[in-house]
């Protein structure tokens, strides 16, 4: 059965208004791809009614990590879960990244906490021996996270924010596009990307215009998150389609970025 | 403990149905709970053409709620009887199939057809989406055109020996007019209440937070409204009455039965906590034991005023 109770190990903050909350599922980590998520009950109250959708950010052996950040009241209420609580969780759900195989580089695109699925994904990339650059943006240096993470494992890291106060002042795109003009000369970059809609449609056209591969990892309204509610649709080119069940992760040529 | 019920023909081992469009097909629940140990299952919607449904948002909470505008999303009637029905088919428990047209021939439609299949015994007539329109009625909802309930209805009954659950709304002047509209008519039960039409706005972009701009509401905040209903429609008509409406838990769901419930279909709860129908089961069985009730039949309409 994918629903299971969990035992919280530990919840940091690591900036501010994000936290990393690790919680043990020695039975789920071995069976959870990076890209995947988990619905999590956050309060045996009405209040917040549903579950919330956190992707994988870390995937060890006996737990996972995810990384979130306080948007409101159920994850203001998770950050105060101590360790030896225990979470109502639902998962792995969601069809996870699929690595293309023989793939030389690949590019991850983040924006802000976006960075929280591919984590896990770098993790994997680097394991396979590929090379993983990966570029995130944010308002300001404050929506930067899991950078240090990321260079340690092995990452090449690109870092934006609107203000300038760290990495390069603009878009997280105007430094993916410079760096896929390079790709596109070598065959077999795909890109991944994971963040707000207006960035991910952003990187969708430069995958279109260099002609590389693209996924996106997506969020919407959810209710269920098994694929009962039909909550979360999103528009396709073939018709609706549900983020938890056919996503979180599309090919983002399918996806009708409205 | 007999917790055995007759629903026109269908024969429940137990009284706790899981309820349309909380658990698609009965597939998407197999990780989550096990289904035979129920009383029946209801599918998500078959309309006798796919649907694409409406545009997202489609779900919204709610203060102990979930505002939806799925908008029938499904299929079609192939669909179903091609692909979806190879898993119904396999279930140990009765499976009741939720079907809703445009008009009273695609009604007779899909029933005609559903009749050929074996594993289906009874069909839910959702007579209350609140996230289409129909032809044939000048009311919103089909649910509020009694008239419309009775052709419908009696159509299906010159179609089709399966057993007939109608499914009603909450939202009419009075329940017990249309209850009894749908028992004359040949109805077998009534289920209810489907959710009540509602919308929510956003107030930066002046928007409605929903695609489909109105939806329906659901939840525990909707319970105390739908026991009304039930109590209303217990009191009106001599057939069962299957409750339902922001059943979260056991004492939820024994409420149901104290106000004329003969079953009880669990519906948002299932999105919250996939496996809440079992436990509700269990609660059940606890309460009557606790109370020396050696049938649920002795609970139902026991209501002390």
């Not at chain 1, 528009?235 to 040529?253: I, M, N, Q």
């Not at chain 2, 839910?124 to 052709?151: G, M, W």
Request: with cysteine; net charge positive; proline share 5%.
């Amino acid at each position: 059965m994918k629903q299971f109770k969990a035992k919280i190990i530990s919840n940091k903050k690591i900036a501010p208004g994000h936290y990393i909350l690790s919680f043990k599922a020695p039975k789920t980590a071995k069976n959870t791809k990076p890209g995947q998520f988990f619905n999590i009950r956050v309060s045996q109250t009405y209040e917040p009614f549903l579950r919330r959708p956190f992707s994988a950010h870390k995937i060890a052996r006996n737990k996972i990590e995810i990384l979130y950040k306080v948007v409101g009241k159920a994850t203001e209420i998770l950050s105060m879960k101590k360790k030896g609580d225990i979470l109502d969780v639902l998962g792995p759900l969601g069809n996870g990244f699929d690595l293309e195989t023989g793939v030389s580089s690949v590019f991850l695109v983040a924006g802000g906490h976006g960075v929280a699925p591919l984590y896990a994904l770098a993790e994997q990339i680097i394991r396979g021996k590929s090379r993983a650059l990966i570029f995130i943006g944010g308002k300001t240096k404050k929506h930067i996270v899991s950078d240090k993470e990321l260079k340690e494992l092995g990452a090449k890291v690109y870092i934006s924010t609107e203000d300038g106060s760290k990495g390069y002042k603009g878009l997280i795109t105007d430094l993916v596009i410079r760096h896929c003009k390079a790709a596109s000369r070598l065959a077999m970059t795909t890109i991944y990307a994971c963040g707000p809609k207006p960035m991910l449609k952003e990187v969708a056209k430069l995958a279109r215009r260099y002609k590389m591969p693209c996924r996106v990892s997506l969020e919407e309204y959810m209710a269920c998150g098994i694929g009962t509610c039909l909550g979360c649709a999103v528009k396709t080119r073939t018709g609706f389609k549900l983020v938890c069940k056919d996503g979180p992760v599309f090919d983002s040529r399918e996806i009708i970025w409205t | 403990m007999d917790l055995k019920i007759k629903i026109g023909k269908l024969k429940l081992e137990n009284p706790v149905i899981l309820a349309s469009g909380t658990a698609g097909f009965g597939k998407e629940m197999k990780d989550f709970i096990d289904i035979n140990k129920l009383g029946a299952i209801v599918t998500k919607t078959i309309t006798l053409n796919k649907r694409k449904g409406n545009p997202p948002p489609r779900v919204i909470e709610t203060p102990g709620g979930l505002l939806n505008s799925i908008g029938l999303d499904n299929g079609g009637l192939k669909d179903f009887m091609f692909e979806k029905i190879s898993f119904l088919e396999n279930l140990k428990i009765p499976v009741i199939v939720s079907i809703a047209g445009d008009t009273i021939d695609e009604f007779v439609e899909l029933a005609r057809e559903l009749s050929k299949a074996r594993c289906i015994r009874a069909i839910e007539i959702n007579l209350s989406c609140p996230n289409i329109r129909h032809k044939n009625t000048k009311f919103p909802l089909l649910a509020q055109d009694r008239r419309a309930v009775e052709k419908i209805i009696s159509r299906l009954r010159k179609t089709t020996t399966n057993t007939l659950i109608a499914k009603l709304s909450p939202n009419v002047a009075d329940i017990k007019e249309i209850a009894k509209a749908a028992e004359h008519a040949g109805a077998d039960a009534i289920s209810l209440i489907n959710t009540y039409p509602g919308m929510l706005v956003d107030i930066n972009t002046m928007k409605p937070k929903l695609g489909g701009v109105t939806g329906g509401l659901s939840g525990p905040s909707v319970k105390p409204l739908a026991l009304k209903c039930v109590r209303d429609a217990y009191n009106a008509v001599n057939i069962p009455v299957i409750g339902m409406g922001g059943i979260m838990d056991a004492r939820d769901a024994v409420e149901f039965f104290i106000c004329g419930a003969s079953a009880i279909q669990i519906g948002t709860a299932n999105f919250v906590n996939p496996g809440v129908s079992l436990e509700i089961l269990e609660g059940i069985k606890e309460y009557l034991k606790k109370k020396k009730i050696k049938a649920i039949k002795n609970l139902i309409g026991k209501l002390k005023i």
